[in-house]
């Protein structure tokens, strides 16, 4: 915890008074509500020294919480510690959600704070909802963290690219015109882009605005009968790329112009926004009189499902992203074999020029998880210099990684064993194992949400009177963030959409098992949605696992798996040896024919 904590809260609450204001709310989000933010929009970060991705920081005059989920919660007791913020664990019995907090310690006439750029408009409105209930008043016009964060970062100025069509496969101009097909269906003369990942793929333009997500800071506004407007400002972009945006209909224009032109529709005109997707300080520029039409983005629809030619392309990238791990566990297991002092950093390193060294690499699509023993049992645990572990040649090591590449994203996490095992940490690898295993083989019927599919991951850890604390699996990007919409696989959420699984989509698959203080497992791969067949009750889907490294079978209780379960196994390892032989030679090639034997 940095010793500047406290004064910043202190601070904080100074202007909370200077403004007569109660309580400020500072959640995790930028102009863009992206998942992970450039640092001027870190502001929970700074005022709390939690470096979560997830979390929102309430500071009354009294009293300070911050909420956060199960995946953080060792991090956060550790980083809060001395702050005077108390850790807040959400979705744990008798503690209640922010937004109820709020609405027990605030009084009738109080006022809440919060950032107009840090809030969809839907998140206002729910606040607005829940507090006018209890006379509390809220303003989104007052930026308190920023009024004192007086070193604040400046924008990101990294350079925008474009995505070669060679790999983006589809043109931008073919992406606009299909856009503008489902705004007509709408009613609608204009629509409104926030989101990063939508606006990167609808222009294939890529950039490094956001670390390990190629996206830049933009917004985008279309209009059905005429053109596109960026609002990316122009030293990041080269002229010859300026004149090829242009002869497809987009025109540039400064990053701070959004609210402008907005401004400027009429009452001819009908807008189309995702009110979740759209901050209040952006939306509260649109006039009264101009129409509404309040829906999801239809690109988020469109980039969701990929095309053959972008499968085609990721099944590549994942030949090269599993030859690129095997090396990189050999090399692993090699130097501990011979006695080299290695860490979590040297995993890291290792793994990240295993990866650097294949065609088409751009760079990582997060932050290695590398955690060895105890620290695989923190789900988002991340080494660094001040605190990581060595490794030794025993126990497990669990690494979660994955690449950015032109032709797609990868996302994988494997748990080696690094030498003699405990029965326990045997049995809930297999545990976990089985319960991928149940999910990577399903069959539903077409419509089917993830929501209807978590509970087959779970079942086997259920059984054993086990359970894990995050979702089963998360949509990838395509050169775009390793995490997207509008499809998950989780637990159902009362109220929550149920997104059906369409063919294309490619979805995370990744049931865990953590004990603190012991060990944490995961096993992760990706999956494609493929049709399987139609039968008199409908079409039925399936999924193709996309991910090609073996499961380290020293890690495994091969006597817990069902003789289905082995062949699995077997036929997936048969496929990775396959796959991946023809671009490993030497100690690589020998070490993934052992680690891709039969059982």
């Known amino acids: 915890m940095s010793p500047s904590i406290p004064a910043r809260i202190a601070a904080l609450r100074a202007a909370m008074q200077q403004h007569g204001v109660a309580a400020a709310i ?30 929102i920081l309430i500071v009354g005059r009294e009293h300070a919480g911050l ?70 008043r809220v303003r989104s016009d007052l930026d308190l963290p920023g009024a004192i964060w007086h070193d604040r970062p400046a924008l990101p100025h990294a350079r925008i690219v474009e995505h070669p069509i060679a790999w983006a496969c589809t043109p931008r101009a073919d992406k606009l015109a299909r856009l503008r097909n489902a ?155 011979q006695g080299k002092p290695l860490t979590e950093l040297d995993v890291h390193r290792l793994v990240h020029a295993a990866r650097a060294a294949q065609p088409e690499f751009v760079g990582e699509s997060f932050a290695t998880i590398a955690g060895y023993q105890a620290n695989g049992a923190l789900p988002h645990y ?65 419509g089917a949400s993830g929501p209807q599919l978590d ?23 395509y050169f775009l963030n390793v995490h997207e919409g509008p499809q998950s696989i989780r637990p159902p959420v009362s109220g929550g959409a149920l997104v059906a699984l369409e063919p294309g989509m490619i979805s995370s698959i990744e049931p865990g098992l953590y004990k603190p203080g012991r060990h944490g497992i995961r096993h992760e791969n990706l999956a494609v949605v493929v049709e399987a067949d139609r039968t008199e009750f409908g079409d039925f889907l399936a999924f193709e696992t996309l991910t090609l490294c073996p499961f380290d079978r020293r890690a495994l209780e091969p006597g817990l798996l069902a003789p289905d379960e082995r062949a699995w196994l077997d036929d997936y390892h048969a496929t990775v040896r396959a796959a991946l032989s023809p671009l490993l030679e030497g100690a690589d090639l020998a070490w993934l024919e052992r680690h891709c034997a039969p059982l």
């Open 26 to 55: 500072v959640p995790s989000a930028d102009p863009h509500l992206s998942e992970y933010l450039p640092e001027r929009w870190q502001a929970r970060a700074w005022l709390s020294g939690f470096t979560g991705s997830a979390g």
């Open 67 to 136: 909420w956060t989920d199960s995946r953080y919660f060792a991090q956060a007791e550790q980083q809060l510690a001395g702050s005077g913020i108390a850790l807040m664990k959400l979705r744990v019995p008798h503690t209640p959600e922010h937004l109820d907090w709020l609405a027990a310690q605030l009084h009738r006439d109080e006022v809440l704070a919060v950032a107009g750029d840090s809030v969809s408009l839907a998140g206002l409105r729910a606040m607005e909802g829940k507090l006018a209930e209890h006379g509390v």
């Open 183 to 337: 705004l007509r269906k709408h009613g609608a003369t204009h629509h409104l882009l926030s989101s990063l990942d939508d606006i990167a793929w609808l222009t294939n333009l890529r950039g490094s605005d956001v670390e390990c997500n190629p996206v830049f800071l933009a917004h985008l506004l279309v209009a059905v009968d005429g053109k596109a407007t960026l609002f990316a400002e122009r030293g990041k972009f080269d002229d010859a790329l300026v004149a090829r945006l242009a002869a497809d209909g987009i025109v540039l224009a400064p990053y701070a112009g959004i609210t402008g032109a907005l401004a400027e529709l009429g009452k001819a005109d009908t807008l189309l926004f995702d009110p979740a997707r759209v901050v209040c300080a952006i939306s509260n520029a649109i006039a009264a009189e101009v129409g509404r039409i309040e829906a999801a983005n239809p690109s988020t629809a469109f980039k969701a499902v990929k095309s053959p030619a972008e499968l085609d392309r990721v099944r590549e990238v994942m030949r090269r992203d599993g030859a690129a791990l095997a090396g990189a566990f050999r090399e692993i297991e090699h130097q501990l074999t």
């Open 382 to 446: 991340r080494a660094t210099q001040e605190s990581h572990s060595a490794l030794q040649a025993k126990g497990l090591l669990l690494i979660d990684s994955g690449g950015q590449y032109l032709g797609g994203t990868t996302d994988i996490t494997r748990v080696l064993a690094l030498g003699e095992s405990s029965a326990e940490q045997r049995r809930d690898a297999t545990l976990v194992l089985k319960g991928m295993i149940a999910l990577s083989r399903a069959r539903f019927p077409k």
């Open 455 to 477: 509970a087959l991951a779970r079942a086997p850890l259920w059984a054993a009177g086990c359970d894990y604390g995050h979702g089963t699996g998360h949509g990838v990007g």
